[in-house]
């Protein structure tokens, strides 16, 4: 399984981005497709998860702004980022939890500056 992640950009607080992460498999077959992210001098976190069960889950410091959401025909999971704060400004990686390991999708970067 391949991840593709792409959206990222910059833009100034309070604004919006939409992230995809595209899979090369199905996402219904995965435990869990989310997203990470990693902050210059910072370690990687967890940002958002959305499970094949349909639950979602969320880091509680973009929980009320961010938004995690599934296209399973399309195999494509979405982040969609309102309220944008300097600090949120990161790489964030796409995430899958495989029925056996994990894999991890290339980076794309989030700048949120003014």
């Known amino acids: 399984v391949q991840l593709q992640a792409s959206g990222g950009g910059l833009v100034q607080p309070g604004g919006s981005l939409r992230l995809s992460c595209a899979a090369s498999?199905?996402?219904?077959?995965?435990?869990?497709v989310g997203w990470y992210r990693q902050a210059p001098g910072k370690q990687r976190e967890f940002v958002a998860a959305?499970?094949?069960?349909?639950?979602?889950n969320y880091a509680d410091s973009v929980k009320g702004r961010f938004t995690i959401s599934r296209d399973n025909a399309k195999n494509t999971v979405y982040l969609q980022m309102s309220s944008l704060k300097p600090e949120d400004t990161a790489v964030y990686y796409c995430?899958?939890?495989?029925?056996?390991?994990?894999?991890w999708g290339q980076g794309t970067q989030v700048t949120v500056s003014s």
């Open positions: 959305s499970t094949s069960g349909g639950s979602t």
């Open positions: 498999g199905s996402i219904s077959s995965m435990n869990a």
């Open positions: 995430h899958a939890d495989l029925l056996f390991g994990e894999q």
